[in-house]
């Protein structure tokens, strides 16, 4: 069983950047797949981003490539996204994710944290 807490969402302008971190509960933590969703207002949830256990792989949505960045601390239970060169559409209550499917879905998730980027 994993718990999942998010942290780091906010207000920022379109073109900078925020940080989202996740902490994970759990001795199993290492062994999973983790990853990042997101939801936007009226639209269903979306795959954004996964880490392989090891760190070693690294998947992304065609629509943040190149923008955020997956990355994953075991010994601190972490996982954290970077995203830079944020835009309007990036808005969205962002879900971290344990046992992720790529993009598919997720056998554990967060709360979720609010991102709003302004135009």
């Known amino acids: 069983q994993v718990q999942l807490v998010e942290s780091g969402g906010g207000l920022v302008q379109a073109g900078g950047s925020l940080r989202l971190s996740c902490v994970a509960s759990g001795r199993t933590f290492s062994r999973y797949r983790m990853g990042w969703f997101r939801q936007a207002p009226g639209k269903e949830r979306e795959f954004v981003a996964a880490?392989?256990?090891?760190?070693?792989?690294?998947y992304y949505a065609d629509s943040v490539k190149g923008r955020f960045t997956i990355s994953r601390d075991n010994a601190k239970n972490t996982v954290s996204l970077q995203m830079n060169s944020l835009k309007p559409e990036d808005t969205a209550v962002y879900y971290c994710?344990?046992?992720?499917?790529?993009?598919?879905?997720?056998?554990?998730w967060g709360q979720g944290t609010q991102v709003t980027v302004s135009s």
């Open positions: 880490i392989s256990w090891s760190g070693s792989t690294t």
């Open positions: 994710a344990g046992a992720v499917v790529v993009g598919g879905s997720a056998d554990y």
